[in-house]
């Protein structure tokens, strides 16, 4: 079945420190991806996305993704967080080939930052 | 201007209680969604609308029904509510039913069933 894998539920970072959230899917073919954030008792936003193109895909709050089709992975990363970026992270991907299909999400990371 | 806005923010109610969540978007897109966000944060998607047209129907119970009178709104009817639909809910649209450019979510409606 097709599915969204981010093997890190909580990750516990010092501000200023760089962050890599990892995110593995199981689509084969084309996939179009995505990274989310929800903060405390809000509503998700998109971060950023991949569609084709290059592989580094800069997104708003200076965070940044690599598609690694080989590795079938598009971890998010950050050189160095704030307090502010506490929250919850989500990947999501969605199959390219069919019109109709939906986007799939992990089950998300919690990302805590110590002020 | 909220893009997408969901009514109300918050539903407490009883088991066996039948409750409707409201969505609307003023983006002008023509696909609407709702996911189911249990209390592990888990997101599961429910059902999507292409210009009212229902196009995907997860296993969801037929207490839940889904209904879209324009391709600006997407309502939830839940009848027979039961405590596992506790859950946070989200509506969230697309511009195309390809969902490029990601989906944008309303602020959810946190239902408690007591």
């Known amino acids: 079945a097709q599915s969204v894998s981010q093997h890190n539920h909580h990750v516990i970072l010092s501000e200023a420190a760089s962050l890599e959230l990892g995110c593995n899917y199981s689509y084969g073919g084309t996939v179009n991806l995505f990274w989310y954030v929800q903060y405390p008792g809000q509503h998700l936003q998109l971060l950023l996305k991949y569609f084709s193109g290059d592989p580094l895909v800069k997104g708003i709050k200076g965070f940044e993704a690599e598609f690694i089709k080989s590795k079938f992975s598009f971890n998010l990363r950050k050189p160095s967080v704030q307090w502010s970026d506490t929250a919850e992270y989500f990947c999501a991907a969605r199959p390219g080939y069919s019109s109709a299909s939906k986007i799939i999400f992990g089950s998300g990371t919690r990302l805590s930052i110590r002020p | 201007d909220t893009a997408v806005s969901q009514t109300p923010k918050y539903l407490v109610t009883q088991m066996g209680n039948d409750k409707s969540i409201k969505c609307e978007q003023n983006?002008?897109?023509?696909?609407m969604y709702w996911y189911k966000q249990d209390s592990k944060k888990f997101l599961k998607i429910m059902f999507s609308?292409?210009?009212?047209?229902?196009?995907i129907n997860e296993t969801v119970p037929n207490r839940f029904s889904p209904k879209s009178p324009d391709k600006a709104h997407l309502n939830l009817h839940i009848n027979s509510l039961e405590l596992g639909d506790s859950a946070v809910y989200f509506c969230a649209s697309s511009q195309s039913i390809q969902g490029d450019g990601g989906y944008t979510f309303g602020s959810g409606t946190r239902l408690t069933v007591v």
């Open positions: 983006l002008g897109h023509d696909t």
């Open positions: 609308y292409n210009n009212k047209e229902l196009i």
